[in-house]
């Protein structure tokens, strides 16, 4: 009896001990990679003989192929957008508009390494409680939630100062009888 109660407490305190151990980046998603991903086979496009072949790019290792799958591009033509503009870096004339209105109070120059840092420190801060983080168990929605829109409150809120919305999705919390 007493062999089995020091070998729980020495068993606890050891899942402890690995529980307590972190990573640098913190997962709230996790998702078990150990099964076959069905979406990671594309099927290529079919091969086509170029018209002139000193046109061709020159081969980059690890680069993109002509008969690649570029699913972005494919959904920007097929609604009858420009796929180029996916890998142009230029700002066009219908969006310098938008661009001016969001940037009328300063752009930091380092937005991005900010936003990236303070979501990694949310994320250490909200990584989950030890038996999540023991069993590998999804905290990424409970996670951010204080973050969440409310978007049935927003409706409301919108509909009350007298903003026209033409649809929105029933909300699920109401019975309707």
């Given at each position: 009896?007493?062999?089995?109660i020091g070998g729980t407490v020495l068993a606890l305190a050891g899942l402890?001990?690995?529980?307590?151990?972190?990573?640098?980046?913190?997962?709230?998603?996790?998702?078990?990679?150990?099964?076959?991903?069905?979406?990671?086979?594309?099927?290529?496009?079919?091969?086509?003989?170029?018209?002139?072949?000193?046109?061709?790019?020159?081969?980059?290792?690890?680069?993109?192929?002509?008969?690649?799958?570029?699913?972005?591009?494919d959904a920007v033509a097929a609604l009858g957008g420009n796929p180029d503009?996916?890998?142009?870096?230029?700002?066009?004339?219908?969006?310098?508009?938008?661009?001016?209105?969001?940037?009328?109070?300063?752009?930091?120059?380092?937005?991005?390494?900010?936003?990236?840092?303070?979501?990694?420190?949310?994320?250490?801060?909200?990584?989950?409680?030890?038996?999540?983080?023991?069993?590998?168990?999804?905290?990424?929605?409970?996670?951010?939630?204080p973050m969440s829109l409310d978007q049935h409150l927003e409706l409301e809120?919108?509909?009350?100062?007298?903003?026209?919305?033409?649809?929105?999705?029933?909300?699920?919390?109401?019975?309707?009888?």
């Amino acid at each position: 009896m007493r062999g089995t109660i020091g070998g729980t407490v020495l068993a606890l305190a050891g899942l402890a001990m690995l529980a307590a151990c972190e990573s640098d980046q913190p997962q709230l998603m996790n998702i078990d990679t150990d099964t076959p991903d069905e979406f990671a086979i594309l099927p290529t496009k079919p091969l086509e003989a170029p018209e002139d072949y000193s046109a061709l790019p020159a081969p980059t290792p690890g680069g993109a192929n002509l008969v690649d799958p570029q699913p972005r591009a494919d959904a920007v033509a097929a609604l009858g957008g420009n796929p180029d503009r996916l890998q142009r870096g230029q700002i066009y004339a219908g969006e310098q508009t938008l661009i001016s209105y969001v940037s009328r109070h300063g752009v930091p120059a380092n937005i991005r390494e900010t936003v990236a840092s303070e979501d990694l420190e949310w994320r250490r801060s909200h990584n989950g409680r030890l038996l999540e983080r023991l069993f590998n168990a999804n905290v990424y929605y409970t996670s951010y939630k204080p973050m969440s829109l409310d978007q049935h409150l927003e409706l409301e809120r919108l509909r009350a100062a007298g903003v026209w919305t033409p649809s929105a999705p029933p909300d699920p919390q109401v019975k309707v009888e």
